[in-house]
């Protein structure tokens, strides 16, 4: 508070508190949980942002770099620090801490040292916003989705992985560069795991309400003479390429969970590919956690879009199921 010598203004009434409903909590001040806090107060996204994480030195640099840009952009309230209890009231808990994937791992190969992870820190954010949404971005995000909803308590729809949103975005990308439009001109979709078994759904892939399969009735199949099905072997070696060159992925993760909690925070109903409660979906009969179309607000999934697969893309749904169902029964949490 300002002396009286150094007050420059006169208070006629008490502030009020940051905007109910608006409050945001980031776990983890790696590479992806500070890019996404980059991108929420770039774009204005929420108007309170709590970071935590055990390492409080380097999360008081990062605190501090980011508050030091506030001129710059919209006012946001940030704090950080190791304790849970900074999380209070936050409409939306996102996860990212976790053991990082490696070069020459699969995403699988990290389930049981994040499930670890996840043990200790969810039912804190619970306790402390029982009636927030969990965004869970750690890998193998299905996998700890379903971890993550078993530990917390909360209904399914609350509880939301970050799934195939950035692998529809890389193959609207690479989808983009041979129709020469922009990316967000294409409806294309990958569902299924985030990760070796995901599912592109070629008989979707539309510009301008123009199917690429009335084009190419091959496209996607083994058949296919223009190869077509190459662009998807790219999405699911993107992330292990990116770790290859840089260490990490970041910037298009942050892109998608930024776009994500927009549509959560700011109820927009938008529809984006995440992870939730597949069984009874798509013929899948497992208790798993898989990426599909979804309709999202301001109380998380509110709806599924029943897309009209083909019977061979139901089938390598179907797979991507079973597979997390062999792993996911050998859990221990």
């Known amino acids: 508070m300002a002396s009286e010598k150094l007050k420059f203004h006169t208070q006629i009434s008490v502030p009020e508190k940051p905007a109910a409903g608006r409050k945001v909590t980031i776990v983890g001040a790696g590479q992806v949980g500070m890019s996404i806090a980059f991108c929420f107060v770039n774009q204005s996204i929420t108007s309170e942002l709590a970071l935590v994480d055990v390492m409080e030195n380097k999360l008081k640099g990062e605190l501090m770099d980011l508050q030091h840009g506030l001129a710059f952009v919209h006012n946001v309230k940030i704090c950080s620090g190791s304790d849970f209890a900074l999380s209070a009231d936050s409409k939306l808990c996102i996860v990212t801490a976790g053991a990082e994937l490696r070069e020459g791992e699969s995403r699988l190969d990290l389930v049981q040292r994040n499930t670890e992870i996840l043990k200790d820190i969810i039912p804190k954010l619970v306790q402390h916003s029982p009636d927030t949404i969990l965004l869970i971005v750690s890998d193998p ?182 597979t997390l169902n062999e792993v996911q029964s050998n859990l221990v949490f």
């Open 141 to 322: 995000v299905d996998l700890l989705t379903y971890v993550a909803w078993k530990l917390s308590g909360l209904p399914k729809e609350r509880v939301i992985g970050s799934g195939t949103n950035v692998d529809s975005a890389r193959f609207r990308f690479l989808l983009s560069e041979r129709f020469n439009v922009a990316p967000n001109s294409i409806h294309a979709w990958i569902i299924g795991e985030h990760g070796d078994t995901s599912v592109p759904v070629w008989s979707g892939v539309d510009v301008a309400g123009v199917r690429l399969r009335d084009l190419n009735p091959a496209a996607g199949l083994e058949s296919d003479t223009e190869n077509w099905n190459d662009i998807h072997k790219q999405v699911v070696q993107s992330a292990y390429e990116i770790i290859r060159l840089k260490g990490h992925t970041s910037w298009a993760m942050a892109a998608s969970v930024a776009t994500l909690t927009t549509a959560i925070l700011k109820n927009t109903r938008n529809v984006h590919a995440v992870s939730t409660s597949v069984e009874g979906i798509h013929g899948v009969q497992h208790p798993v956690f898989l990426s599909v179309p979804c309709v999202l607000g301001e109380s998380g999934i509110t709806d599924i879009i029943q897309q009209t697969l083909t019977e061979d893309e139901r089938s390598q749904f179907q797979k991507s199921a079973a």
